[in-house]
């Protein structure tokens, strides 16, 4: 059920309401073009440096498809957050330790988004911009404050992970009943409780939030946010049943609600295999000091699935000690590489000469990487990551095979789902206050580029491509999810319409009234 045939007429509304963080930005904007490619019209709320960074790529999305998209770049400006330096309005220019502040501040949106509301609920048919009212909020799962903007005006709201469903599922069972403080050894296993399948993991395993005190506020906050994710009226997530249905068939039990798995919400061409210019990143990052073209050149002199691409995302960066063990470990494997690699002034952790040592084997970008031409290329045969999970769903959807070393957050739960449930990849350090073993870096770049298990990894990963491509194909179960999606939007739209028929109705007629319900218009 498509609403492109509506053209210019009555159409479902929906309004998008990312967290602040570039990891959360970019998958809802995909999000707001599946949809909007869908006949539907999507509002895209956010504050002005980051509708301004985005307009270009929604101005191209616009200009690019036929029919037009109505995608609308709502920008809130955000009041001063005490803690983050001026002009902050994403996590972008953050370290990671004041992400919780950004967190705990973004409900300072609430009452922007609340006035901006209230003039969508007025808006006469007449005006100059027309448009139905809103019939659903789409929240993040860290912006729990839309569910109470939302119910002022009794518009429903509908929460999008930009993480896996395996993984959610892990971390609302660390939250309600928090197993880690029933053992004392960082390495003993237990299992995860409440789950409707097993799982196993360590202290050691976990990410920082389930580690520290819980008298700490912050991390506190961040649970708090993670449980209320669950309240709307139901959740979407970023990933394909087929890959993903421990994950996805719990969090239905947990919640009671529908969940849709959409995914891989992900560029279209991803799966296209039309060339890899066409699967080209946008620039979300800092400038490189590589061009596409010279990247696309060193990685055409290179064999089939004989480079490891190392890139730790947007928010995540090394210490000294962290960046030198991994260099060691690359140097040593002699394998050939790509590391992008954040700029930090001069102190950047690598050993001294390691560039010119390398240089015929390796290349160093510093800063942006165009990541999804990198995948995508024929000679990367492994991708070195934090678990992040647009760049998993990347590799995933490329069929590549992962390194993983993750970070914070959900990503040391994602770990485990590649390297033991979905058998994808090879664990070099868990979680992000460790320090990787060169011996242990060697021997997985090793592993995935030149053995036979490496081979069977990416067989495996490839399948998984298989299935993702099928999943958003016509009857796979993303598109089949997808459209039980609009169909309640539709629901929600016609009801709105219905109740936007009685209060015309009323005004015309009734001044006021007790109105005749037989003669009630059901219809605008």
């Not at 961040?222 to 309240?231: C, D, G, L, P």
């Not at 060193?298 to 699935?305: G, H």
């Not at 460790?434 to 081979?455: F, M, N, P, S």
């Amino acid at each position: 059920m498509g609403y492109g045939s509506h053209g210019g007429g009555s159409r479902p509304h929906v309004v998008t309401v990312p967290f602040l963080g570039q990891g959360h930005l970019i998958p809802f904007l995909e999000l707001a073009k599946l949809l909007a490619s869908q006949g539907l019209i999507v509002s895209y709320v956010s504050t002005p440096a980051n509708v301004a960074r985005l307009q270009p790529q929604v101005d191209k999305m616009v200009q690019s498809s036929n029919p037009a998209l109505d995608i609308r770049l709502v920008s809130l400006p955000l009041p001063p957050i005490e803690g983050l330096p001026p002009g902050i309005e994403s996590s972008e220019n953050i370290p990671l330790h004041m992400n919780g502040i950004l967190m705990k501040s973004s409900h300072k949106l609430a009452p922007q988004l609340e006035q901006w509301l209230e003039l969508q609920m007025n808006r006469s048919k007449s005006d100059c911009f027309p448009s139905s009212p809103p019939v659903c909020l789409i929240s993040d799962m860290f912006t729990s404050w839309v569910h109470d903007s939302g119910a002022k005006f009794g518009v429903p709201t509908v929460v999008f992970h930009t993480s896996g469903a395996f993984a959610m599922s892990v971390m609302h069972s660390f939250i309600k009943y928090t197993p880690q403080n029933d053992v004392e050894a960082d390495d003993e296993y237990f299992d995860v409780p409440n789950l409707s399948f097993d799982f196993k993991l360590r202290k050691s395993d976990l990410p920082v939030i389930f580690r520290c005190a819980e008298t700490n506020p912050m991390n506190n906050f961040v649970r708090e946010e993670i449980s209320r994710s669950m309240e709307g009226q139901g959740v979407i997530f970023n990933t394909f049943y087929e890959m993903d249905p421990l994950g996805v068939d719990h969090i239905k039990s947990l919640t009671g609600r529908p969940v849709w798995s959409i995914g891989p919400v992900l560029p279209k061409n991803i799966f296209d295999g039309e060339g890899i210019e066409r699967v080209t990143a946008d620039k979300r990052g800092k400038a490189a000091d590589i061009g596409e073209a010279e990247c696309l050149q060193w990685l055409d002199s290179r064999n089939p699935n004989s480079v490891v691409f190392v890139c730790f995302g947007s928010q995540s960066t090394l210490n000294e000690e962290q960046t030198e063990a991994l260099a060691r470990g690359l140097e040593a494997s002699q394998q050939a590489f790509i590391w992008a690699i954040k700029l930090r002034g001069h102190e950047t952790g690598l050993p001294e000469g390691f560039e010119e040592r390398t240089k015929e084997r390796g290349l160093v970008i510093w800063g942006w990487a165009p990541q999804l031409l990198i995948l995508s290329h024929p000679s990367v045969g492994a991708f070195l990551s934090h678990c992040g999970w647009n760049s998993t769903l990347e590799s995933i959807s490329l069929g590549v095979p992962m390194i993983t070393w993750p970070m914070f957050a959900e990503q040391p739960f994602t770990n485990k789902f590649l390297v033991n449930q979905l058998q994808i990849a090879e664990q070099i350090c868990s979680n992000m206050d460790g320090v990787a073993d060169e011996k242990v870096v060697k021997r997985a770049v090793i592993k995935l580029l030149a053995e036979e298990e490496g081979e069977n990894m990416r067989r495996r990963a490839q399948e998984l491509r298989n299935k993702a491509k099928m999943a958003v194909e016509e009857e796979g179960s993303a598109h089949a999810n997808l459209h039980a999606f609009l169909d309640y939007m539709g629901k929600l739209h016609d009801k709105a319409t219905i109740k936007q028929g009685v209060k015309e109705y009323d005004a015309q007629y009734c001044n006021g009234s007790k109105r005749n319900h037989t003669h009630l218009p059901l219809s605008a």
